[in-house]
């Protein structure tokens, strides 16, 4: 888990800023942005307020080669809130929370509305195999959301309200003494959401999926001595859907601890102790038809699963900086353990229990690394590091259909995953930068062991998949001269074991059921593709952003399923452009367009079912009233265009977000 995150803003924040002023952090210890042998790239807190967004997942749709799933975290099933970068699909990157893992342990999707927007001080991003230094999940980049530190009093809240009867309110107080700090941030969302259901699949129980958050996290820091500094955070979160019918319900909890302690035994060292725990509830209820009755005009409840999991975690990291050849040196080690159950009684129209399935196990990661960083010049960096990854899977259970039934033996895999970053500081404000790297991810407890139906579907887990690797290399270059900020990376990767799903034969599936998958090691898969961005500080009070992303990504061996093979990836587009300006004029008026386009993308491996290309427009405003208060307004689809975001076969193809407006006060107090 262990590493740093370095990023270049999209904007400078003020037009004095220069790029080597710029210095951030994400667990470690900080670095100026020259020296990033990586493709990168920061959003601030300024930028998010002016971003027409309610999740964090909306923010990250204009940063290029990041995939989401087209529809938002609130509109989406819980478990197909999916992230990846790079067109690898599915869940293949890692998502942090002030350094630590977010990803759910059991499942690894991401609940982006477990974090206010105002409580975000920036979200760092990094693209490209970052398992060398993160492990688990990194394969494909590593997103860090760092929330607003405790520094000083200060009070940052807004709240707001708009149609489809959406309201949201949430805060950041934090109040900083002499050698301590206390804060505390909450916050509360609901949306009556829309009707996503094409026409054809609505019927008396269809209802508008509509869903309620809250979150509240507590943390503090304190100097127990002039060289050691001790933090600590513990939250609450807490999400009900109903997804797409009365009886379909999701209910989410979770509660997570954090502690870390920073010490400093001289000038140029510095060692971090960091742990954490996670303790997560999921209860989803799918439903079913009843005899006699239309598809779309009763319905009961048919399974409920409900899914517990711990998982704690430690790291401890050294780093020594130095003067010469070697610039600095830094090793660490981490564990993660996982445990994990998903119980589901399946019920007939009756309510009477036709069956229990369960599935559980446990997961024990172990990691070491080490990371050189190298000038032989002080226009070259040389960036070498290596990560040796060991997995433990233990005390697993299938006792689904399709599955074993018994106990399933323990498995013991482990990796070495090295990279090499290089970065040549040319004149005139260019820079050339490449990578080759090699990562690591492991199947989820949900992959191994969980089954899952809805109406006529089922998906099977199976406990004996492998972990995937892949082998990959980047080339780039960047250009930063006065107002102008551009970069651009290409891109090619090769997995090893790819985990996908294929259809089963009618004949194999339990009764009542038309389609059938399992997941699989589907064989050999690739993506390659161009990412790039530019950006433009015009005048003082008027900044441009342009962004691009091509990604080809395919299964190139699929022994199994034949007929994935040369198809395009689920849900990766492979045309993404998305542009945006920020204008203040008179009065301190901002407006903020943002504007993105997707092409036509592939629901399932085999291309039987697709979404629609599609171009959608937001805008966020917003006007000072005091020197403290501010008044705001965002749209989202701001021409209301109709289009397919999902629609993947699980369940009925689903609309987009239609156009959605609110507007609410921004408090902010020093």
């Given at each position: 888990m262990p590493c740093l995150l370095l990023a270049t803003p999209a904007f400078a924040e003020d037009a004095g800023s220069r790029p080597s002023d710029i210095v951030v952090t994400a667990t470690r210890s900080p670095r100026s942005i020259d020296d990033v042998p990586a493709s990168v790239a920061v959003v601030t807190s300024a930028q998010i307020e002016r971003t027409p967004a309610r999740t964090i997942d909306d923010v990250l749709r204009h940063i290029p080669a990041i995939d989401l799933p087209i529809s938002s975290t609130n509109e989406q099933h819980p478990t197909n809130t999916i992230v990846s970068m790079r067109g690898l699909s599915g869940i293949r990157s890692l998502v942090l929370l002030d350094g630590i893992p977010i990803n759910d342990p059991f499942f690894g999707y991401v609940q982006w509305s477990e974090v206010p927007l105002v409580t975000v001080d920036r979200i760092e991003v990094v693209r490209g195999g970052g398992a060398t230094l993160w492990g688990n999940y990194a394969m494909g980049g590593v997103v860090n959301i760092l929330t607003r530190p405790i520094d000083k009093t200060t009070l940052v809240a807004e709240a707001a309200g708009g149609s489809r009867g959406?309201?949201?309110?949430?805060?950041?107080?934090?109040?900083?003494?002499?050698?301590?700090?206390?804060?505390?941030?909450?916050?509360?969302?609901?949306?009556?959401?829309?009707?996503?259901?094409?026409?054809?699949?609505?019927?008396?129980?269809?209802?508008?999926?509509?869903?309620?958050?809250?979150?509240?996290?507590?943390?503090?820091?304190?100097?127990?001595?002039?060289?050691l500094t001790a933090r600590a955070r513990a939250s609450y979160y807490d999400n009900d859907q109903n997804f797409l019918t009365r009886l379909n319900t999701n209910e989410q909890r979770n509660w997570r601890y954090t502690g870390a302690l920073n010490w400093k035994p001289g000038d140029a060292s510095s060692v971090d102790l960091t742990a954490f725990h996670t303790n997560g509830r999921f209860i989803t209820n799918n439903t079913g038809t009843p005899g006699g009755a239309g598809p779309n005009?009763?319905?009961?409840?048919?399974?409920?699963?409900?899914?517990?999991?711990?998982?704690?975690?430690?790291?401890?990291?050294?780093?020594?900086?130095?003067?010469?050849?070697?610039?600095?040196?830094?090793?660490?080690?981490?564990?993660?353990?996982?445990?994990?159950?998903?119980?589901?009684?399946?019920?007939?129209?009756?309510?009477?229990?036709?069956?229990?399935?369960?599935?559980?196990?446990?997961?024990?990661?172990?990691?070491?690394?080490?990371?050189?960083?190298?000038?032989?010049?002080?226009?070259?960096?040389?960036?070498?590091?290596?990560?040796?990854?060991?997995?433990?899977?233990?005390?697993?259970?299938?006792?689904?259909?399709?599955?074993?039934?018994?106990?399933?033996?323990?498995?013991?895999?482990?990796?070495?995953?090295?990279?090499?970053?290089?970065?040549?500081?040319?004149?005139?404000?260019?820079?050339?930068?490449?990578?080759?790297?090699?990562?690591?991810?492991?199947?989820?407890?949900?992959?191994?062991?969980?089954?899952?139906?809805?109406?006529?579907?089922?998906?099977?887990?199976?406990?004996?998949?492998?972990?995937?690797?892949?082998?990959?290399?980047?080339?780039?270059?960047?250009?930063?001269?006065?107002?102008?900020?551009?970069?651009?990376?290409?891109?090619?990767?090769?997995?090893?074991?790819f985990l996908t799903y294929r259809y089963l034969p009618t004949n194999t599936l339990p009764a009542g059921f038309d389609f059938g998958a399992r997941l699989i090691n589907a064989g050999k898969a690739r993506s390659r593709g161009v990412e790039a961005e530019l950006n433009v500080r015009a005048t003082s009070s008027l900044t441009a952003m342009l962004a691009y992303t091509y990604a080809d990504s395919i299964v190139t061996q699929n022994p199994e399923d034949p007929a994935s093979v040369g198809v395009q990836q689920p849900g990766i587009p492979r045309h993404r452009v998305s542009a945006g300006i920020d204008w203040t004029g008179p009065y301190g008026i901002n407006l903020s367009p943002r504007v993105r386009y997707l092409s036509r993308t592939n629901g399932d491996p085999d291309s039987i079912y697709r979404t629609d290309a599609h171009f959608i427009a937001d805008l966020a405003a917003s006007v000072p009233l005091t020197q403290s208060i501010e008044a705001f307004a965002q749209i989202e689809n701001l021409f209301d265009r109709r289009y397919i975001g999902t629609n993947d076969g699980f369940t009925a193809a689903l609309y987009g977000k239609p156009f959605t407006a609110v507007a609410g006060f921004r408090l902010k107090m020093d």
């Open positions: 959406t309201y949201r309110s949430s805060g950041h107080a934090a109040y900083a003494g002499r050698g301590f700090g206390v804060g505390i941030d909450a916050g509360i969302t609901h949306s009556d959401g829309y009707v996503e259901q094409v026409e054809s699949a609505r019927g008396a129980i269809t209802v508008p999926t509509s869903s309620t958050a809250h979150t509240v996290a507590l943390s503090g820091n304190i100097d127990l001595a002039p060289n005009d009763a319905e009961y409840v048919q399974n409920t699963h409900r899914t517990r999991v711990n998982d704690w975690g430690a790291s401890l990291i050294w780093t020594q900086t130095f003067a010469g050849v070697l610039r600095s040196l830094s090793a660490g080690a981490d564990y993660h353990g996982i445990r994990g159950s998903d119980v589901a009684g399946i019920f007939d129209e009756n309510g009477a229990n036709i069956r229990t399935d369960i599935g559980s196990g446990k997961q024990r990661f172990l990691g070491g690394f080490m990371q050189a960083d190298l000038r032989p010049i002080d226009s070259l960096q040389l960036l070498l590091s290596v990560r040796y990854q060991d997995l433990y899977s233990s005390n697993g259970l299938d006792n689904t259909p399709g599955g074993l039934g018994t106990a399933v033996p323990s498995r013991h895999d482990s990796d070495v995953d090295p990279r090499l970053s290089i970065r040549s500081q040319l004149p005139a404000g260019f820079a050339v930068r490449g990578a080759i790297y090699r990562a690591f991810r492991a199947p989820t407890l949900d992959n191994l062991y969980r089954g899952a139906s809805v109406p006529g579907f089922i998906l099977y887990g199976n406990a004996a998949l492998k972990p995937e690797t892949l082998e990959g290399a980047e080339a780039g270059f960047d250009f930063v001269r006065g107002a102008i900020r551009f970069q651009a990376t290409a891109y090619t990767s090769k997995i090893s074991d």
